[in-house]
């Protein structure tokens, strides 16, 4: 007998700040990855987010250990297109909000249902809009 392959339930998605607390243990990130490990939660960032995420002071080791148990969704033509449309009908523009509609674009992308952890909940909740569920952190 053959036992089913588990696909996951949905999709965990960290923006910037969600991965660095991840990297630091931060407790309520940490206690978001075990709800998401027991619920069988892909968890994802965009390739985009890991130029916020790393610079010259953060723990290497750390973090390649977060990042080795995660998805880095790249940022494909079609997710760019996206996330330039995302931004048109949000009425933003600009490298102020390029990432975050990376982030967004990859979220929509993403296996659903999809909760995004950031610490920009209201532009991340303009660009998603109600497909995605905006938690703060």
Excluded: F
Excluded at 25 to 32: A, L, N, S
Excluded at 85 to 102: F, P, Q, S, T, V
Excluded at 123 to 135: E, F, P, V
Aim: glycine share 6%; aromatic share 2%.
């Amino acid at each position: 007998m053959n036992r089913p392959v588990a696909t996951p339930a949905g999709t965990l998605v960290l923006d910037s700040e969600g991965l660095a607390k991840a990297v630091l243990r931060d407790r309520e990130v940490t206690g978001w990855l075990a709800l998401a490990l027991a619920d069988d939660l892909r968890v994802i960032t965009s390739a985009a987010t890991l130029v916020e995420v790393i610079h010259p002071r953060i723990n290497r080791p750390a973090l390649e250990w977060t990042l080795s148990r995660m998805v880095i969704a790249p940022v494909t033509a079609e997710i760019a297109r996206h996330a330039a449309g995302l931004l048109a009908d949000a009425g933003l523009h600009g490298h102020k909000y390029a990432i975050d509609a990376m982030l967004s674009a990859t979220a929509l992308a993403a296996p659903g249902p999809v909760t995004v952890l950031t610490s920009d909940p209201d532009d991340i909740a303009n660009l998603c809009g109600r497909s995605a569920t905006i938690i703060k952190i």
